[in-house]
């Protein structure tokens, strides 16, 4: 068992220099010529094709049990109005569901209790934008008197990030070569290239206010253009 035991550690021992120098070899990378650090952006623009919109009832009673019921009652309408839209269980999601005191503060007096307010919100991906607006009237019609958005989105943005990508590279490579010109250089290779941020900023969603005269206009909404970008940072090796 003892010689068994130490056959094993100096084979272990034998592997050690071996592993060390593959680990020496993947950190470290030696650049024989002038090192070259860039950052390049690439961007692109998409048309947004999903909406998302809160909508919600706001409900006041005398009693705790009344405004819930009431809030209950009014978001079933509003949920039917969703589905009947078109709008698949998927893209329907509750986000919020509180309830309130509510009270009057007499002048040198004990606050009084007056009542409560209930509120029940539903977070909303429209996948047809143009019609968004159409459905966001009916669900007013239906009792919906809280609503909040649109944030536009692009829903499956991989592609487009890609092409950012792409043209991060080619804005970086591009960039290196002016500078390698300027100092009578050439680029050798890239030694690295990663990845500092990419995505999109949607713009912030605006409040939309149901109003009792809302079924007098339409409420359109547009999607117009959104940027997407990727930031690459890039070595590069000039001789």
Known sequence: ?????????????????????AQQATINQTIAGTRLDISATGEVTRVPDVAIIT????????????????SANRMQRVLAALKHAGV?????????VSLNPEYRYPENQSPQLVGYTASNNVTVRFRDIRSSGRILDALVAEGANQINGPSLTVDKPETALDEARAKAIAIGRARAELYARSMGMRVVRVV???????????????????????????TAIEPGEQKLSVSLNMTFELQ
């Open 192 to 218: 690295v290239i990663s990845e500092s941020g990419g995505g999109y900023a949607p713009p912030p969603p605006m409040p939309m206010y149901a109003r009792a005269d809302m079924a007098q206009a339409k």
């Open 55 to 70: 909508a919600g009832v706001v409900s006041r009673a005398a009693t705790a049990t009344g405004a819930l019921q009431d």
């Open 1 to 21: 068992m003892k010689r068994m035991m130490i056959a094993a550690l100096i084979a272990g021992a034998a592997l050690l220099p071996s592993v060390a120098a």
């Open 88 to 96: 698949a269980d998927r893209d329907i999601q509750t986000s919020n």
